[in-house]
């Protein structure tokens, strides 16, 4: 059975930064195109960055240029570099497989103004 596990959330204040982490078992993130999402209260979850089994990442224009992500085939981790982080980037971040629709529980985060 694939599990996804996200950790790494927290509190931070603008201009911060944080590192997401998404551990996969039951499956690995080398075959896999992994996602990272976001949601908000009251709204639509956003794609924001992906990491496909081939070929070149992609983000949300929200968070080109500031947010990295990349996987370890070693650990079989999917993890969300954020940098220079705002306030309108305060979510909760999903980590998803693509193939079979797999989601993990969410990890909170919060920047402060």
């Known amino acids: 059975q694939v599990q996804l596990v996200e950790s790494g959330g927290g509190l931070v204040q603008a201009g911060g930064s944080l590192r997401l982490s998404c551990a996969v078992s039951?499956?690995?993130?080398?075959?896999?195109?992994m996602d990272w999402y976001r949601q908000t209260p009251g709204k639509q979850r956003e794609l924001v960055a992906t990491?496909?089994?081939?070929?070149?990442?992609r983000y949300a224009d929200s968070v080109r240029g500031r947010f990295t992500i990349s996987r370890d085939n070693a650990k079989n981790t999917v993890d969300l570099q954020m940098k220079s982080l705002k306030p309108e980037d305060t979510a909760v971040y999903y980590c998803?497989?693509?193939?079979?629709?797999?989601w993990g529980q969410g990890t909170q985060v919060t920047v402060s103004s």
């Open positions: 998803r497989q693509s193939s079979g629709n797999y």
């Open positions: 990491i496909p089994s081939l070929g070149s990442t």
């Open positions: 039951g499956s690995s993130v080398r075959f896999n195109t």
